[in-house]
């Protein structure tokens, strides 16, 4: 495969303005949501290039060269993902070389390097998989680690394009190891660093009026917020000549918004509810198991999605069906018989239950009314008790989340409302 | 609340082309992913709109100008979500006031509602909520029957545009309540049906080729596939005068797929490998229950997904921890010393172990180095076994899920492998 210059050749000034393009008819009719343009904004943002503007156009000639053409003007540079691929639904080679003006032509490198995929997969090749060696006559292949599509390099009316295949995992490799370093290259120094800090209790409008004088417009560092499945962002842009200043600006408005908002605030950027908690468990060498009946598991895959997560949780009980929550957890049968599966003691029994057969130092449970079906005008859906078991207490809480909401919007909040009370039991009761 | 005329009074022609505009700073920073967009497409679809163009820009007033204003030529109908939320970066009321040229004017019933909202909730109205029963002149409220923010509805340079809150619960409520019958009655009678078939165990390329002549450009239907987590999807969309034909077109596609592709294809559209695996349990009584290691409550969070999976789901044991698998599934300690905890003695003694004391009739267990830490020579990341009780068998199998996938992506692809066994076992065995 022919090595890409390590900057690009021409005298572009520094990339600032990206445009990302997302290019796939099943994009455009929404039958799978495009997580690529985040994640490429988010890494631009973080090499101090902001893509202000994403677009997503289906696998058609006309739609993809307007987005490149228009790209052109308005960015710096370009970030194209997807239709890389084998089959013939796959455009995005033809619309560049239409678009720039420049014939395909084979790549041998990237001939070898997809035969040489397949060799070791020990798997034939079949022949359509060439067509992903084409490149436009003075472009570059930028070369796949993980997967058969090579990237592409090409200079559209000057600007520079970067096109990424668009399966996740092969775009992420892509960029950081090929084209994230040219990008640094080219920046220079000015950069745009953010912050995200994530709160648990209280809502958008409430947080909104607590730090409105910094959320201000034209205000440097920009401040604003984000609301999803009751985890209230706020995200915090500071641009500055370099990092360090870029820094002491977030930490300052970090600062004010953790006084003004307290333990609301449950974590920054990559944290999430599960890792905070992990951290608090792991301070004071404590260990969790879970019981979750309408969360089905999902308590557990969200304390498990943390790496490293084995050395406090120790696992848990799904107690789906009520003779599991009998059988497994202890819960006594004249308990869900008098009170319901859905009530306070239920799910203190389900937390002294796992808390003692886990041999946990905590345990939390969950029972409730995921929905559609199963409510009751006395137990609505959305209607569910978290019970907390600590080494020297038992107890439940109810929550009522909402008979509107749905099904998977129920399932998180009981999850998330769980956990979050569990990581105030922790910081409040100290180490 | 001002109500709507059902049909936009003006005489526009049936739309049939639309754009579809997210509107947020932590959109365009990749700090939130657009889902919004995709589930529009998707409805528009459904109605015989095609959202060819997404475009994705900041809470900044001239990008979002821009965008209106390019909408509005490229488009019959317009779908605006985000921006309409209480605070000061909210500023798509401002934009759409601007590139109408009309002035802002508070609507009273949409204040009414706002105070209603909040008295409900039994909660204090901050006063800056107000903003929200903003409306250029000439616009209408869409009312919101699960938030404070009224949607609204403009023309912008003749062109309808609908706009929507961001917080996806309250878009999809007031897009299917309030502005998918609008669009029905506009577009009388072409109509684009699609359908997406699911299938597991094949790469894309190899069933590119099987069906490479359905995917050939220009055709009616169109065929393309995408990939995401080891889940290939076969989309088909037709185009037609009236549903019925459209249909005709997608049920002879999808025959021929299917014929191609055997058993690979598991379901279509909604259908998902946990609700498959259901339907095959309903149809036989039988009942099922999980362990899980290394996915954590994963398996089981997908198969309680289902609304209704209670009748036949029991539940299921999180054995993280070494201790748990013996003491919970009664795994020895002795086969966890000699052949470590991945394994498929393991496995198949988690799997017999949770059938029998969950007392289902089947039972899939986990168990696997999911990383990024934890590997070896011998036992690299992404070794995974997967165990499967039936009721007269049980067995074990190896998985190897790549050392340089994601802990996500073979988490995933782990609780999958093991709902795809049973689907085929099921499907095999017959009823």
Redesign the interface.
């Known amino acids: 495969m022919r090595t890409m210059n390590p900057v690009p050749t021409t005298s572009n000034p520094p990339p600032r303005h990206a445009v990302v393009i997302a290019i796939?008819?099943?994009?455009?009719?929404?039958?799978?949501?495009?997580?690529n343009?985040?994640?490429?904004?988010?890494?631009?943002?973080g090499l101090g290039i902001?893509?202000?503007?994403?677009?997503?156009?289906?696998?058609?000639l006309a739609?993809i060269r307007a987005a490149l053409a228009e790209a052109a003007r308005r960015a710096d540079v370009i970030l194209v993902t997807g239709g890389l691929?084998?089959?013939?639904?796959d455009l995005t080679r033809q619309a560049l070389a239409d678009e720039a003006g420049a014939p395909l032509e084979s790549d041998p490198e990237s001939v070898a390097h997809i035969r040489a995929f397949f060799a070791a997969l020990k798997r034939p090749m079949?022949e359509?998989?060439l067509v992903q060696a084409l490149i436009p006559r003075g472009g570059r292949a930028i070369s796949n680690?993980?997967g058969?599509a090579p990237g592409l390099y090409v200079e559209l009316h000057g600007t520079p394009c970067y096109v990424l295949p668009g399966?996740p995992?092969e775009m992420e490799?892509m960029f950081q190891q090929e084209v994230a370093p040219r990008l640094r290259a080219a920046v220079g120094g000015r950069v745009l660093l953010?912050r995200?800090l994530h709160c648990f209790g209280l809502g958008?409008?409430?947080i909104?009026?607590r730090i409105?004088d910094l959320?201000?417009?034209g205000r440097n560092p920009?401040?604003?917020?984000?609301?999803?499945l009751g985890i209230i962002?706020v995200?915090i842009?500071a641009t500055a000549d370099a990092a360090p200043q870029a820094a002491a600006l977030l930490d300052e408005a970090e600062r004010t918004i953790r006084a003004r908002l307290g333990d609301v605030v449950f974590g920054r950027d990559k944290q999430t509810l599960s890792s905070v908690v992990g951290q608090l468990l792991t301070a004071r060498g404590a260990t969790l198991?879970?019981a979750?009946s309408?969360?089905?598991?999902?308590?557990?895959?969200l304390?498990?999605?943390v790496?490293?997560?084995?050395t406090y949780?120790?696992?848990?009980?799904?107690?789906?069906?009520n003779?599991?929550k009998s059988?497994?957890a202890g819960v006594p049968a004249a308990d869900i018989e008098r009170h319901g599966a859905v009530s306070e003691p239920v799910a203190v029994a389900l937390a002294a239950g796992c808390h003692q057969?886990?041999?946990s130092d905590f345990a939390l449970s969950i029972t409730g009314i995921a929905?559609?079906?199963g409510g009751s005008t006395e137990k609505p859906v959305g209607l569910v008790y978290v019970g907390l078991a600590t080494p020297t207490d038992v107890s439940a809480r109810a929550l009522q989340l909402g008979a509107?909401?749905?099904?998977?919007?129920i399932r998180a909040r009981a999850a998330y409302a769980a956990l979050d009370w569990l990581r105030l039991h922790l910081a409040r009761v100290g180490r």
Chains 1, 2 share one sequence.
């Open positions: 796939g008819t099943e994009l455009t009719l929404g039958q799978t949501v495009d997580t343009s985040a994640r490429l904004a988010q890494w631009l943002a902001r893509a202000a503007w994403h677009v997503t156009v289906p696998d058609e739609p691929g084998p089959t013939d639904d079949p359509r998989n680690p993980v058969t399966v995992a490799r953010q995200r958008e409008s409430v909104g009026e409105a959320m201000q417009r920009e401040v604003g917020t984000t609301a999803e962002g995200r842009n198991s879970t979750e309408c969360t089905g598991g999902l308590l557990g895959k304390l498990t999605d790496p490293g997560s084995s949780y120790l696992g848990g009980l799904i107690t789906y069906a003779a599991v059988g497994l057969r886990l041999g929905g559609p079906a509107w909401s749905s099904r998977r919007m």
